[in-house]
T-cell receptor, first 116, second 114 residues
Framework: AQSVAQPEDQVNVAEGNPLTVKCTYS??????LFWYVQYPNRGLQFLLK??????LVKGSYGFEAEFNKSQTSFHLKKPSALVSDSALYFC??????????????FGRGTSLIVHP | DVKVTQSSRYLVKRTGEKVFLECVQD?????MFWYRQDPGLGLRLIYF???????EKGDIPEGYSVSREKKERFSLILESASTNQTSMYLC?????????????FGDGTRLSIL
């Protein structure tokens, strides 16, 4: 079985400060991990993914995420937040085959608010 | 670039009506999905399809049905709309057999049932 948790409903950060949006996961095998962003009244947009290899993954709009297998985490980060980063962020996991489904499981989402 | 198009951005219907939500993708993806999104509950999978005329129930299929007669089109049907089906509905697609590829989402249909 696969599951994902986003422990914070909301994250507040000042513009220019670093931001972190947390995600932890549970899988029976190895994970494929994804981050998506949703702006108001829009669908989800893909930001980045971890498949294998380097634990630090770089994605769109200056975002990056660090895969930590021992802590089963995949936190989203950005060195310097912008007001325009304010949006809803979703983490998703797929358990890599061997009985895993291609249907990903999504977290409940974290609302990021960047204050000017 | 993959485009997933949902036919309506906003829709208002009445209780008991049969409601159709349409979704079209232009990238020849095998997999298509319907989710509903509610505050605090995240995305919940209603139905998905991995091929034409094939469908599987997701986590909350009650009160819904789907149709996939062509590869590019996936329709969600509310058989008899109820007020608790007021929600944001999101359609998504992804390539078949490629577990490491992300889903591509439409912009959603915000449905109100009065």
């Amino acid at each position: 079985a696969q599951s994902v948790a986003q422990p914070e409903d909301q994250v507040n950060v000042a513009e220019g400060n670093p931001l972190t949006v947390k995600c932890t996961y549970s899988v029976s095998g190895n994970p494929y991990l994804f981050w998506y962003v949703q702006y108001p009244n829009r669908g989800l947009q893909f930001l980045l993914k971890y498949i294998t290899g380097d634990n630090l993954v770089k994605g769109s709009y200056g975002f990056e995420a660090e895969f930590n297998k021992s802590q089963t985490s995949f936190h989203l980060k950005k060195p310097s937040a912008l007001v325009s980063d304010s949006a809803l962020y979703f983490c998703a996991v797929r358990d890599i085959p061997t009985g895993g489904s291609y249907i990903p499981t999504f977290g409940r989402g974290t609302s990021l608010i960047v204050h000017p | 670039d993959v485009k997933v198009t949902q036919s309506s951005r906003y829709l208002v219907k009445r209780t008991g009506e049969k409601v159709f939500l349409e979704c079209v993708q232009d990238m020849d993806h095998e997999n298509m999905f319907w989710y509903r999104q509610d505050p605090g509950l995240g995305l919940r999978l209603i139905y998905f399809s991995y091929d034409v005329k094939m469908k599987e129930k997701g986590d909350i299929p009650e009160g819904y049905s789907v149709s996939r007669e062509k590869k590019e089109r996936f329709s969600l049907i509310l058989e008899s709309a109820s007020t608790n089906q007021t929600s944001m509905y999101l359609c998504a697609s992804s390539p078949g057999g490629e577990y490491n590829q992300p889903q591509h989402f439409g912009d959603g249909t915000r449905l109100s049932i009065l």
